[in-house]
């Protein structure tokens, strides 16, 4: 299988699969527990969080350890708009990934004023007319780089025209790709995750500036200085860490490998694929995602796309992992101004590391052949 959905997931390393093993096998206590097992544990859970600290420029009890990305968004947006009260509206980019934008639904249904800020047709933040998001009781969650196009936020610009509302970023597609530091961002919030890196699932954190009186949705025990109830899973922290050191140490290598990749691609769907619009821009983007449609794609069945390539043994996806099984039209898209039909037969391919010339050549060669088919 050719793996080009490395937006959606990682294949995990070995190194971090490695340093995680011992947590698994012999490392299991606790890190709650005052025995030695748990202070092992504690210890080993305080090394990552400095760790993963310092390559955001944050201090160590900024972070907080979660799930991913998913669960810090909800945590974020809804502690501050919910038990906290720190914010009385909620302002969220229209090219959000679902897991800003529905927890924003669900609090405009709670009675939390909600906004839709609107991007331009590369997706980027319209800055304008942000006026009414620059209030102290306002919380604005503007993603740094798109899932789906890989376009790049300029969300310190974003700081300057709103200086005195919070702001929240979900990183968690930017993170250990291009650098990410919360304080030349400006950020208040802040999400990662670690299987995007090549680190495990089920695992990510929250920056929360110090100072904010923050209170957790989620009760429960006083783990994570009573942001995050719930055991520490110590085996995916470390390998979290890991996995976020091995990013920022190869970021120059690796993003030199994935832009040439993606030039390639570039290059071999604007030769090989006729009336086609790329929707990630050249500059301002991640090194590792491209965005096509098809601008005939009202005769384009777009799931047969899919199909076609993945029982060819290629995996490539319309969009977000988490919504790409209904093959909705992308609302990334058509929030950019493209129409519905374009919307839902895109295909987005994502790079990693691992991804070589071959693989990327094969896949186009591929989807050349099933564009002609289906255009027939």
């Not at 990682?10 to 299991?28: F, K």
């Not at 208040?188 to 100072?211: E, N, Q, T, W, Y």
């Not at 899973?233 to 994935?258: D, K, N, Y």
Request: aromatic content about 4%.
């Amino acid at each position: 299988m050719i793996y080009l959905d490395n937006s959606a997931t990682t294949r995990i390393d070995e190194e971090v699969l490695e340093s995680m093993l011992p947590w698994l096998r012999d490392g299991y206590g606790n890190a709650s527990s005052i025995y030695s097992l748990g202070r092992a544990a504690r210890v080993a859970v305080e090394d990552a969080r400095m760790e993963i600290a310092a390559l955001i420029g944050a201090h160590p009890a900024e972070i907080t350890f979660t799930s991913g990305g998913t669960e810090s968004n909800n945590t974020i947006l809804k502690s501050c708009c919910g038990p906290s009260h720190l914010a009385t509206d909620v302002h969220v980019g229209s090219t959000e990934h679902h897991a800003v934008l529905h927890p924003a639904e669900y609090l405009r249904a709670s009675g939390i004023g909600h906004t839709l800020l609107k991007v331009d047709q590369t997706g980027r933040l319209l800055l304008e007319g942000l006026a009414s998001s620059n209030t102290p009781t306002t919380l604005v969650s503007v993603m740094h780089a798109n899932n789906e196009t890989g376009v790049v936020q300029d969300v310190s610009a974003l700081r300057h025209t709103i200086p005195d509302a919070l702001l929240h970023s979900d990183a968690v597609q930017s993170f250990g790709k291009i650098p990410v530091n919360v304080g030349s961002m400006g950020v208040d919030f802040l999400s990662i995750s670690a299987h995007k890196i090549h680190g495990p699932k089920g695992v990510g954190a929250m920056f929360i500036r110090k100072g904010i009186d923050f209170k957790s949705h989620q009760q429960g025990g006083g783990q994570e200085r009573n942001r995050r109830a719930g055991t520490e899973p110590v085996a995916l922290i470390v390998g979290f860490a890991v996995a976020a050191r091995r990013a920022a140490q190869a970021m120059e290598q690796r993003t030199t490998h994935m832009k040439s990749l993606i030039t390639e691609a570039r290059r071999a769907v604007v030769e090989s694929i006729p009336n086609i619009r790329i929707n990630t821009p050249e500059d301002g983007a991640l090194p590792n995602i491209l965005n096509i449609s098809f601008r005939d794609a009202a005769i384009i069945d777009g799931e047969a796309i899919l199909q076609t390539m993945d029982m060819e043994g290629i995996a490539v996806s319309n969009g977000s992992a988490c919504v790409s099984g209904s093959l909705q039209p992308s609302h990334v898209l058509l929030a950019m101004g493209l129409p519905p039909s374009e919307a839902k037969a895109a295909v987005r391919i994502s790079v990693s590391k691992d991804t070589t010339p071959q693989e990327i050549g094969t896949a186009f060669t591929l989807l050349s052949k099933i564009i002609r088919g289906l255009r027939v």
